[in-house]
């Protein structure tokens, strides 16, 4: 009898229809590229989820989606939304410094961000979904886990409300923080409600980088907190499925399956005033989730295309290298000239000059986009070539991260032209801003390094450190001081109204400031501040 009934569990288990919950990790501002996630899991993948649970800054996203928002809703609430219009200093406790409660408030947040993004808490009350929002309740000292049928403006503060930065919020009488030091990604609470399928939305970093100072010590805690508790979860659950798949029962008594999509996010917790690296990081959420899709084969629906611009904004701007290209092997004008016994002229150095003219029609996708891409134009000029060669096309993308790392950056160019045979020739190169080092930002950030390749490539063809297939010559081409003050004469930025040319570029100039600081500066900001 005992036979059949472990028989008749198992098949009552196997029947039973498999739940899927949804983890919003917290990440401080970091969670705006969750909401970018969300935008592709629940509108482009049609993914659903019968669990979602929100922790720290993922309480923000779970209580939209709680009231109904969807995922491209959610996404373009963190598109409007500016890190600068939640700051409100808690300027009553700095004159008790040795007493201070915080260094801020969330009254900006609820004056402000809230409204913005639409919160309406009668409607999350009301929502169907079966979520779970995560708060520390320092008067029982205990995690608090509660439904959306008991969320409030006051709630949703506490849940965020990271000591010292903001105040704790006392609701009845009790006190309450955010729960970061005990999960930032409460999977427990999953497991119990039946997920077999967790799926993580996870931006708390993992670089495993120790900075000095106060402000670098307090966020480098807080990550060896949220991963420490998140990994001994993990390793539960792995040892719960080595059980289950040995015959044994496992501490949660079935299989569980657990899907992390963990990412670098640009963006500092909360030291942050840059509304487009925050709509950046947006995007680069879209663009991760829709890799991270088509690596699990989960299909996409076409994405709507965005609104188009009511005023657009565009950009232009002229640069001058010059250096020197040396052929690498036979073929077309590059490498065809001989030498007095008849052979090519393979490593021999001849001068070229390249001179671009850059632009983007629309200004603010290109500062937001991850890709950072402007069309180019212009004649590049050597004897190996045949002369002046006016170029057919090109592109080159801004300070975009080098090798997937948002910590290293690089100025990418494919540069197309023919030679004097109509042969299709492609210049690809970069400028890597990779050392960390100040003292060699100048040589990092003006000298480019290239190949020229046979045909007409595309940037899904990027060189990356390795030989290109038809490499026919290499070229190290570079900016110099004249050059680039030659250079910022010719910035131009165009649009309807002088505002919005003055904001346009003062936006410029702090997105390439920002990119040159998450190099160079990680010392001081892990990330930069704009």
């Not at 959610?74 to 808690?90: C, E, F, L, Q, Y």
């Not at 659950?237 to 059980?243: P, V």
Request: aromatic share 8%; hydrophobic share 40%.
């Amino acid at each position: 009898m005992t036979g059949r009934a472990e028989e008749a569990e198992e098949v009552e288990v196997s029947a039973r229809p498999r739940k899927r919950s949804l983890i919003l990790a917290g990440g401080g501002i970091k969670v705006a590229f969750q909401a970018g996630v969300l935008q592709v899991w629940l509108d482009e993948a049609g993914l659903r989820f019968d669990h979602a649970d929100g922790a720290s800054g993922g309480s923000f996203n779970l209580a939209m989606l709680c009231q109904g928002m969807s995922g491209t809703e959610i996404a373009d609430a963190w598109r409007r939304t500016s890190p600068a219009s939640g700051v409100s200093p808690n300027w009553r406790q700095f004159a008790r410094p040795g007493y201070l409660e915080s260094l801020f408030t969330l009254d900006a947040y609820r004056r402000n961000v809230f409204p913005r993004w639409g919160l309406d808490f009668d409607r999350v009350r009301s929502s169907a979904l079966d979520a779970t929002f995560n708060v520390y309740n320092v008067t029982r000292q205990r995690l608090q886990v509660l439904t959306p049928q008991r969320m409030s403006e006051d709630f949703l503060a506490a849940c965020v409300s990271l000591p010292m930065w903001f105040p704790p919020v006392r609701i009845d009488g009790e006190t309450y923080i955010d729960p970061v030091y005990v999960t930032d990604a409460n999977l427990e609470e999953a497991i119990d409600r039946g997920a077999d399928e967790i799926w993580v939305i996870w931006t708390v970093s993992e670089r495993g980088e120790w900075h000095r100072g106060f402000t670098a010590a307090y966020f480098q805690i807080i990550e060896a907190a949220a991963n420490g508790a998140f990994r001994r979860i993990l390793d539960r659950i792995e040892r719960n499925n080595e059980a289950i798949a040995t015959g044994g029962t496992g501490e949660f008594g079935r299989r569980i399956e657990v899907n992390v999509l963990a990412a670098e996010v640009p963006l500092h917790y909360l030291v942050g005033f840059g509304a487009d690296r925050l709509h950046e990081a947006v995007n680069r959420g879209v663009l991760a989730a829709r890799a991270w899709c088509a690596e699990r084969k989960i299909p996409l629906a076409e994405p709507a295309p965005p609104p188009a611009p009511e005023a657009p904004v565009s950009l232009r701007f002229a640069e001058r290298l010059r250096g020197t290209v040396a052929p690498l092997s036979v073929g077309s004008r590059v490498s065809s000239s001989a030498d007095d016994n008849g052979g090519p002229l393979s490593g021999r150095e001849v001068p070229l000059s390249v001179s671009l003219d850059i632009s983007a029609d629309d200004l603010d996708q290109f500062l937001t986009d991850p890709e950072h891409s402007a069309s180019v134009s212009g004649r590049l000029s050597s004897t190996a070539f045949g002369g002046d060669r006016p170029l057919t096309g090109g592109s080159l993308q801004l300070l975009v991260d080098d090798d997937s790392d948002p910590a290293r950056k690089k100025i990418q160019y494919w540069l197309y032209f023919t030679d004097e045979h109509q042969a299709p020739l492609t210049l690809i190169g970069s400028r890597r801003l990779a050392s960390g080092d100040p003292l060699r930002i100048w040589n990092e950030a003006t000298v480019l390094h290239a190949r020229v390749v046979r045909g007409h490539r595309v940037p899904a063809d990027e060189w990356n450190g390795r030989e290109p297939d038809g490499a026919v010559a290499t070229a190290v081409l570079r900016l110099g001081p004249a050059d680039l003050l030659r250079q910022l004469t010719t910035v131009r930025v165009s649009g309807s109204l002088p505002g919005a040319r003055a904001a346009g570029l003062a936006r410029l100039g702090a997105m390439v400031f920002g990119k040159l600081w998450d190099v160079y500066a990680r010392p001081v900001l892990t990330w930069g501040p704009v």
